[in-house]
C-alpha cells in the first residue's frame, strides 16, 4: 500500500473508501477527526458523546454505545479499516470500564469480522505496564503489569487482536499511547509525552503499513529520556520527529515530587492508586 506522509504537502494520502474513528468526541478523537479526513473517501465518526454537526460532505456522524453489540455492527458494516479509540479513557470503577472498554472492544472485532474488516488500529495504553518501575527500560514483550482497571482493559483489548489476527487474519497495530496533549503536564509526562503531530504519523503509519499481523507499539515522541524500547516500530517505518524537551524549563518549574509521590517511581504515575472505588 502507498505510505506518504499525511504532514508533507506534496505527498499524495491515500484514500480508503470508508474509515472509523471510534471515542471521535474525546480529546484524542477529537484530534484525529480533524486530521484523518484525507485518508478515506468517507470519514465516519462515532461516540457515545455528542458529536455535533458533520464535517462536511466527507464526514458521517453515527452515534454509538459501544456495549450494544447490535449497534456496534451497524456502525461497522460498509468500513474498510477502524481507528478505535473509543471507551473509558481514565481509571472508573470496574462496572464501567466493562461496558465500553471490554465488551465494547469485542464488539468491535467481531463487527469487524463478520464485516470484513482486515485493518485496526487500537489505542492500547502505557496503563497495561504501569506497575513497571521509571528506572526499567521496557519493550513490547515485556509481561503486562496494569496499573488499575483501565489498564486490565485495554491488556485485555491487545488480547482480542491477537486472537483476532490468529483466528481471523485481522491485522491490528496497537499503539500503547504515553500522554499525547499539546505539551507535557508534568515530569512523569516529560518521558511519556506523544505530540499530536507524531501521533497522526504513527496512525497513518499503522493503517497502511502492509504485514503488520498484530503490532504493539509504544506511541511517544523523541524525548530526552525514554523508558520504552519501541524496536518493534521499524517495521512500520516510523520515527516520531517532535520532543517534550522543548518544555522542560516550563515543568521542571513545578515543585518537585515527595519521593514516594506515585508519578516519581511507576510508569503508570497516580493510576497505580487510584481505587477501588466500592469503599
Not at 478505535?84 to 472508573?92: A, I, K
Not at 461496558?99 to 488500529?121: C, D, M, W
Request: with cysteine.
Amino acid at each position: 500500500m502507498p505510505d506518504p506522509d499525511p504532514l508533507s504537502s506534496d505527498a499524495p494520502s491515500p484514500r480508503l473508501r470508508r474509515l472509523l474513528l471510534t471515542g471521535a468526541a474525546g480529546g484524542l478523537g477529537q484530534v484525529l477527526r480533524e486530521r484523518l479526513a484525507p485518508l478515506a473517501q468517507v470519514l465516519r465518526v462515532s461516540d457515545i458523546a455528542a458529536l455535533g454537526a458533520p464535517h462536511g460532505p466527507h464526514e458521517e456522524v453515527r452515534p454509538c454505545d459501544l456495549a450494544d453489540k447490535q449497534a456496534v455492527d451497524a456502525l461497522v458494516a460498509g468500513c474498510d479499516a477502524i481507528v478505535h479509540l473509543g471507551g473509558v479513557s481514565v481509571e472508573r470503577p470496574f462496572e464501567e470500564i466493562l461496558e465500553a472498554n471490554i465488551k465494547g472492544v469485542y464488539h468491535v472485532y467481531e463487527a469487524a469480522r463478520r464485516h470484513g474488516v482486515r485493518r485496526v488500529v487500537f489505542a492500547s495504553s502505557n496503563h497495561v505496564i504501569g506497575f513497571y518501575r521509571q528506572t526499567e527500560r521496557l519493550d513490547a514483550g515485556v509481561p503486562r503489569r496494569p496499573d488499575g482497571y483501565y489498564g486490565l482493559s485495554k491488556s485485555f483489548g491487545e488480547d482480542v487482536a491477537q486472537f483476532y489476527f490468529d483466528r481471523y487474519g485481522i491485522e491490528t497495530v496497537s499503539i500503547r499511547i504515553g500522554s499525547s496533549f499539546p505539551e507535557p503536564l508534568n515530569r512523569r509526562m516529560m518521558n511519556t509525552w506523544l505530540s499530536y503531530d507524531d501521533l497522526l504519523r504513527l496512525v497513518e503509519k499503522a493503517l497502511f503499513t502492509p504485514g503488520v499481523g498484530h503490532t504493539v507499539v509504544y506511541g511517544a515522541s523523541a524525548n530526552r529520556t525514554v523508558w520504552w524500547d519501541n524496536h518493534a516500530a521499524a517495521r512500520l517505518g516510523w520515527v516520531p520527529r517532535d520532543s517534550s524537551e522543548v518544555f522542560r524549563a516550563k515543568v521542571e518549574a513545578q515543585p518537585p515530587l515527595a519521593p514516594d509521590d506515585p508519578n516519581a517511581l511507576y510508569q503508570g504515575g497516580a493510576f497505580t492508586t487510584q481505587g477501588p472505588f466500592e469503599d
